[in-house]
């Protein structure tokens, strides 16, 4: 069973206490740094810092949801690094939006094979991955908005086994590729709060043509789709959460488009890669409880898969996976909490330390 210790959790519930005023009311900015200390076997010891802003744009503007903007930055003992930017923009009223991720890795995962019923022997290999995914959106009808934007991943293995398993899969593009497409979105979003939803509900169904033409190494076009709702129980702050996603890729697939299975965000309690494949899909569900003050519990569930083909997914080869998790509320106003889940799946189990809700 992998483990993964960490500081962080002292270090963001000191500044949570620090931190008692909710200033956001007052002020336009915001900010939640969270210095980020730990280690797991993957990494050896790492650090870095995770910085949040929750902010208006327009002080204003009342019928806009806050805005935000995450960085993160981590350097690990093996000489791995990772930066992360994402932010979501909410302009005049809520008309348009703004959202994006941005990263860069430098970075070493186990590969244990292609398909749902891939074993548990496994390489390590080491990548670098530039991916740039941003878009903007303009309000329809309601809740509903229209999105285009630019995706660009440059992906590039730069260390793996000679003749080892990801060599002789021969996964077309595992040494390099580039995917370059225009991506088009519907979505409608009447979530309360982007950050930790208390009620509403996330539709986005996109689709992105990956092309040659735009400076991609391959023409592969790829769909996804996303479904979220929370439903108040008790009270508002007992909250049912639902979540299904699903990414298909088509024709000409490379190794960096893959999906993979596991993570911190859906499918906690797999390794992030365990089961990797062109299809994909997966729902959970997660039961949000406030205990005391700032702290609060959840517990939940997830099945999921992968799959070469539409038509080739069994439910015989769907993964299971549940835990449970302590929540600490980092800013009251904003419901931005620190969090910390414990996965376990019928092969593993893994503690994930971070902040923000999984979904």
């Known amino acids: 069973m992998k483990y993964f210790l960490t500081l962080q959790a002292i270090l963001a519930i000191n500044l949570g206490l620090a931190n008692n005023k909710d200033t956001i009311g007052q002020k336009t900015l915001q900010v939640v740094p969270i210095p980020n200390i730990g280690a797991s076997p993957e990494t050896g010891f790492f650090y870095g810092g995770n910085v949040t802003g929750l902010f208006k744009l327009r002080k204003s503007d009342s019928v806009s949801r806050t805005s935000n903007a995450n960085i993160e930055v981590l350097k690990t003992q093996l000489n791995q690094i990772y930066l992360g930017i994402e932010h979501n923009l909410f302009l005049n009223s809520e008309k348009y939006m703004m959202r994006g991720t941005n990263e860069l890795f430098e970075f070493e995962l186990n590969y244990y094979g292609i398909g749902p019923e891939a074993d548990n022997q496994f390489e390590a290999f080491t990548f670098k991955q530039l991916l740039l995914d941003n878009n903007f959106f303009l ?12 995706r660009y991943h440059f992906w590039k293995t730069q260390k793996y086994i000679q003749n080892g398993f990801l060599e002789q899969d021969n996964v077309l593009g595992f040494k390099n590729s580039i995917s370059s497409g225009i991506t088009l979105t519907y979505l409608l979003d009447s979530r309360d709060n982007i950050v930790n939803t208390y009620e509403g509900s996330l539709i986005s169904a996109s689709i992105t043509a990956n092309s040659r033409w735009l400076g991609g190494s391959f023409n592969h076009p790829a769909a996804n789709l996303e479904v979220a709702h929370f439903l108040p129980t008790f009270t508002k702050r007992h909250v049912l959460a639902l979540h299904g996603v699903g990414s298909f890729n088509f024709q000409q697939v490379p190794f960096s488009e893959y999906n993979m299975l596991g993570g911190e965000n859906i499918k906690r309690g797999f390794y992030n890669g365990r089961f990797r494949d062109k299809q994909f899909v997966a729902a959970q569900l997660e039961y949000r409880i406030p ?14 898969g992968v799959a070469p083909k539409l038509n080739s997914f069994s439910f015989s080869n769907m993964q299971i996976a549940g835990g449970g998790g302590l929540r600490y509320t980092l800013s009251k106003k904003e419901r931005f909490n620190f969090r910390i889940d414990y996965g376990l799946s019928s092969e593993s189990g893994f503690l994930y330390i971070g902040v923000g809700e999984a979904f």
Do not use: N, Q
């Open 139 to 150: 309000k329809m009808k309601g809740k509903s908005y229209f999105g285009i934007g630019y």
């Open 291 to 304: 205990l005391y003050k700032r702290v609060g519990l959840v517990a939940f569930s997830s099945i999921g």
